[in-house]
């Protein structure tokens, strides 16, 4: 017993470690606790945990703790219900009896089908795309496009609106693969199929790779281009529509005519009576300076020198208790993460266009225009 315990101070003194195990036993994961628990033993564990600590204390026990204690943790039931067992079966069964309304039978790509239903005559077909979709998102780390704008200013409203009821459908089915599979723990399913994690990429992602600029071998018609990529969408196809997103590269500055070229090429069109031409380039917005070596201390000395910032969260300031006739109320000190996707919906409703930067740098009108349509917006 003494050096269980001597084992044990030493682990807490290295809290961000996992939880030390042997062929038997494993430590229990909360820091202030010394006790040893068998593995594998589901109830003993279960009833460790609910009658030493707290709620509060469960909340924080990671994941990884059940796994090698060689037990299976109910995804549903809440802290002070712990629910723990031996086997998956068990869980399975467990799942199906209590949290009947809060399960799904479907797997991910099931549930895609079911909101955006194929042609019948490459049901099949599309099927296996979406499997090889999910597959690749699943494997695939999310990282910035390089591009700041997307198409989605240019479309006309049709195609907008198109756009919009087929986001509606992926965040449907997104919130549909959040509650988890009665066969979770089964080996023969595979991930991509039981984890909400592909879906939430593909939201994620969704309007980035769908309205991003045309690539050299694209139309750019923009109407056209977008009806070509919703039906390689809906074949299932997103893993292709979003390497080639990623595939984009924006002209660097130094490929752009100077302008002196520029005037040559006016000066060459007029001369051949190209005066569309001619017209179209002395509408052109003049050429930004390059980035380069050679430009860069000139940039540098357009700006001022940088201002050290001083904050203003530590210095009191009058509220409306105070001084009323002559400060107004001040509630900057006061502000608090918003949680409640209520209170996130009447902020976002109170925004005005094109005033504040969405995912991956651009404006959130695609985002206003999909969430605030509440008559016609199932979620």
Known sequence: MTSRRTTRSSRTNQPNQP??????????PVPTCSHTLRLGQAQTIQRHLRDHHTSLELQYIPTSFYTSADVHKCPICPAESLSLHKTPQSLSRHLSSKHEASTRNSLNSDLILSRIPPPTLQADEIKQNWIKT??????????????????????????????????????????????????????FIPAHELSASPLW???????????APPSQLESRNYQKLI???????????????????MLYRATPNYDKPTN????????????????????KLLK????????????LPKVQRLHPPQTPYRSQLNIPRPTQSFHKDIFNSSTDIFRKRLTDPTLILQSLRKLNKGTAAGPFADSIDFLQDVFLRRSKNPL
């Open 227 to 245: 009806r070509q990529r919703l039906t390689l969408f809906r074949h299932g196809r997103f893993d292709e529509l979003h390497r080639t997103a």
């Open 134 to 187: 999910l597959r690749y998102l699943h494997s695939t780390n999310i990282t910035p496009f390089a591009f700041r704008k997307s198409v989605y200013h240019l479309l006309d409203n049709n195609s907008k609106r198109e756009i919009q009821n087929l986001a509606n459908l992926v965040y449907i089915v997104t919130n549909m693969a959040n509650l988890p599979h009665v066969n979770t723990r089964q080996r």
């Open 201 to 211: 990429k593909l939201t994620i992602l969704f309007e980035g790779t769908l309205m």
């Open 284 to 295: 052109e917005p003049a050429p930004a300076m390059p980035y380069t070596t050679s430009n």
């Open 19 to 28: 939880p030390s195990t042997n062929s038997r036993h494993v430590d229990c």
């Open 260 to 279: 002196s070229q520029r005037a040559q090429q006016i000066i060459q069109a007029a001369n051949i009576d190209d005066w569309r031409k001619a017209s």
